[in-house]
């Protein structure tokens, strides 16, 4: 009887740091042994010299959160870690999110009853703290950051979400003395707000306007104010869905300094531009530019640029989808108040939990313009030990779960809404051509995406408790050094 129920043979494998060739012993669940010619494992998968590298980890995701304006995401539990699975990634981080006037620990709770029985890959969760009051200050989010909660968002806009200055501080200090990370969205509220009743009085309502209401100075604004009030308190944040220059040079300036100011972006602004936004129609009679509504809105093509060379440069840590689903048609869906609905009555968001790491290894492995280490480092192993997940994911080593991908490369396809498994009715990046795809895709050595098909199995995803994260300080990036 063998030792091993798995053995992937002929891996080219790709860590943060290394890139080396073995095979992968598997048992139960984890990763036992690497080498070459080890023995026969009970089951065997060639992998021809192809790239196998640890699963992806999707930081910043959204799936059945509850909403305050009568709008539904599409994709629950079940639905969501499918579609993630079937792009390569293992574990993903959603969001509980407190409302006004909520106990977190509701919140919390909430939400793992929103997952049971139904994710069929590994999952933890983040915070989203909305109502920072004196209960929830002092025992409530102390409390489940022992827990195993270690990270939790804040927010600086949306009027069911944003916190004010004070509370901004407040939140911040909790956690600095419980070695929390925060996660921030950063654009400026009030003058989104009076910008967008400016364009609202002058008949300016289609989508592409949603872009004008969130120029880069708002995001740019509130991104040095974030990082201020970090440095005040001495406590790391991450800004998140980092879209552009402005905001990039904030960043930049405080990592050059010596801050611990993390920054994260995400596929929208590699590959959509505000002109999308612009886009009325998509030939079905619907606007187009909907679809592309998300916050911040995407840039022009010279942000693109900005935002490939901060990948490159290690401006950025982490690499997310952000994946919002909201379908386009239906009672609760984008365009639920109409197709000819203002802007800003549209829910921000766009999906793209499957799609993002086979548009980041197309264009930015394969386009040159990054390499496989830090292909792996963005999208797998600092969001890992970001979240306090590492070394049990993110990496390939002894003792890690066995969550691997092999990799395809070479292919000639084109992203295809039809070809997804999410229960949204579109993907933004429809017609987008990729040249790698997962071959197979391994949750603690069980298949969950194999030859282009899902075989992944509803509840079998574990609950992933966080250890509190200790990420290395940024380094100054090469714009910088």
Request: glycine residues 10%.
């Amino acid at each position: 009887m063998s030792e091993f129920d798995l053995i992937v043979r002929n891996a080219r494998c790709a860590t943060a740091a290394d890139v080396f060739d073995a095979d992968i012993a598997i048992r139960d669940g984890r990763i036992a042994a690497l080498g070459r010619k080890l023995p026969p494992g009970r089951e065997e998968i060639d992998a021809a010299g192809r790239w196998v590298l640890p699963g992806g980890i999707d930081g910043h995701c959204h799936f059945d959160q509850p909403m305050t304006d009568g709008s539904r995401m599409a994709d629950d539990f079940l639905s969501g870690t499918r579609s993630a699975a079937c792009g390569g990634t293992t574990t993903v981080l959603p969001f509980a999110c407190q409302l006004k006037g909520q106990s977190l620990r509701a919140a919390v709770e909430d939400y793992h009853r929103r997952a049971e029985g139904k994710a069929c890959i590994d999952y933890a969760f983040h915070m989203i703290v909305s109502d920072p009051g004196p209960r929830v200050l002092r025992h409530e989010l102390p409390e489940l950051i022992r827990e195993g909660y270690t990270s939790f968002k804040i927010y600086m806009t949306y009027d069911d979400l944003k916190l004010g200055d004070r509370e901004i501080i407040d939140v911040l200090a909790v956690a600095r003395d419980e070695g929390a990370m925060v996660m921030v969205h950063a654009e400026n509220t009030d003058c989104i707000a009076w910008l967008t009743e400016r364009l609202l009085r002058a008949g300016r309502t289609a989508p592409r306007y949603h872009a004008q209401a969130r120029p880069m100075l708002v995001e740019r604004e509130a991104t040095h104010r974030a990082i201020s009030y970090a440095e005040l308190v001495d406590v790391p944040i991450l800004i998140v869905h980092v879209s552009g220059r402005e905001a990039v040079e904030q960043i930049r300036w405080a990592q050059g300094n010596g801050l611990r100011v993390y920054a994260e972006t995400c596929p929208q602004y590699l590959f959509l531009t505000a002109e999308d936004l612009g886009v009325e129609e998509d030939g079905h009679g619907r606007m187009h530019g909907a679809k592309c509504i998300c916050s911040p809105p995407p840039r022009d093509k010279a942000n693109q640029q900005v935002i490939w060379d901060g990948l490159e440069s290690g401006v950025f840590q982490v690499f997310s989808s952000d994946h919002a689903p909201f379908r386009l048609d239906g009672p609760d869906g984008k365009m639920a108040a109409g197709p000819d609905a203002s802007f800003d009555r549209i829910p921000n968001g766009i999906p793209g939990v499957e799609t993002r790491l086979p548009l980041l290894f197309s264009h930015g492995v394969l386009g040159g313009r990054l390499d496989i280490c830090q292909f792996v480092a963005l999208t797998s192993t600092n969001v890992a030990k970001m979240y306090g997940l590492y070394p049990r994911k993110g990496s390939i080593a002894v003792g890690a779960d066995a969550d691997l991908v092999i990799w395809e490369t070479g292919v000639s396809r084109t992203i295809r809404n039809a070809d997804l498994h999410h229960e949204v009715d579109y993907t933004p990046y429809e017609g987008i051509p990729v040249s790698a795809w997962p071959a197979l895709t391994l949750s603690r050595g069980q298949a969950v995406w194999r030859d282009g098909r899902y075989v992944g199995e509803a509840g079998r995803g574990k609950f992933l408790r966080c250890e509190l994260p200790t990420p290395a300080r940024p380094k100054a990036s090469r714009e910088t050094a």
